[in-house]
């Protein structure tokens, strides 16, 4: 964990800049820029944790297995805002002093939030269940370590889904995207390998003919085709992880699947199911 803890510390560090600076600097005496600015930077770190954490790409961005916590600005944004809440106008020390503080828990909270998660929803233990050269998921939450142990035997490094668990700061409800990639990362460059982001297009990923790759699917809201949902036990916005591990003779991709193990995919339902997050070993 000591690249979680140096990202950690320097997140602390920058955030607590970015308060000091707002509160000197970035403020009206009358206020009214103030509290837009307050209004602003609390919208901000509301919606980048809905709609911008954890996303893949953010690790081309900063390429380091804590991309995690390096990415998450919704600390820099609750730490603006709590710089702006001590500069309210016209309003008592107590409450800019608890609001500030608020905002500076959120900001801490949101830089720690991947060991908090963790210790607030402990990980299952894992296993090595293998079939097919396919490991299989010992619980629901374990997805994504099964299928990066599924992805590293295709390039003849031989993990468990037990030893991926921790390092993909995987917990009872599931692994983060950017986990996963910390987990592959921190594997790969044990042995001398690199990690690649693929690009978001089924036909580069189809051009480049370049197998085993860890893909992110889900099954969208309101598709018609029922069987999805009903014969193969997909639940509509329902992340899961596998590996495409090659092509067939007809077109189709083979496909391990922690939760079932060897399939073969249409092209369709990879169009449907994967929406542009994968990641190759080199």
């Known amino acids: 964990m000591t690249d979680i803890t140096i990202a950690i510390a320097v997140m602390i560090a920058i955030s607590l800049t970015l308060g000091l600076l707002t ?60 710089g702006w809440a001590w500069r309210l106008p016209e309003t008592p020390m107590w409450r800019r002093a608890g609001l500030s503080l608020l905002l500076c828990g959120a900001s801490l909270a949101a830089t720690c939030w991947p060991l908090l998660s963790i210790a607030v929803r402990p990980p299952p233990n894992g296993g090595d269940d293998w079939e097919n050269g396919v490991a299989r998921q010992t619980s629901w939450a374990t997805c994504s ?48 390998r690199s990690v690649t982001i693929v690009e978001p297009s089924l036909q580069r990923l189809i051009s480049d003919d370049d197998w085993p790759v860890l893909i992110a699917v889900e099954l969208p809201f309101g598709v018609e085709d029922r069987r999805y949902a009903d014969q193969w036990g997909w639940i509509p916005g329902m992340g899961h992880s596998v590996v495409a591990l090659g092509r067939t003779e007809d077109g189709g991709f083979l496909i391990g699947d922690p939760s079932v193990g060897l399939e073969i995919w249409r092209e369709d339902d990879m169009k449907l199911l994967w929406h542009g997050n994968g990641i190759r070993v080199q």
């Not at 390429?63 to 600390?75: L, Q």
């Open 23 to 82: 509160a000197k600097f970035f403020y009206t005496v009358k206020g009214q820029w103030t509290m837009l600015g307050l209004a602003m930077s609390v919208l901000a770190m509301v919606y980048f944790l809905f709609y911008g954490s954890g996303q893949l790409i953010l690790a081309r961005i900063v390429p380091s297995s804590a991309a995690i916590v390096y990415t998450n600005f919704a600390a820099f944004f609750a730490a603006m805002g709590a």
């Open 145 to 192: 370590p099964a299928a990066a142990a599924t992805l590293f035997h295709g390039e003849g490094i031989e993990i468990s889904e037990r030893e991926l668990i921790p390092l993909c700061l995987t917990d009872s409800s599931g692994t983060p995207t950017l986990g996963l990639y910390r987990g592959v990362r921190l594997v790969a460059k044990e042995y001398g």
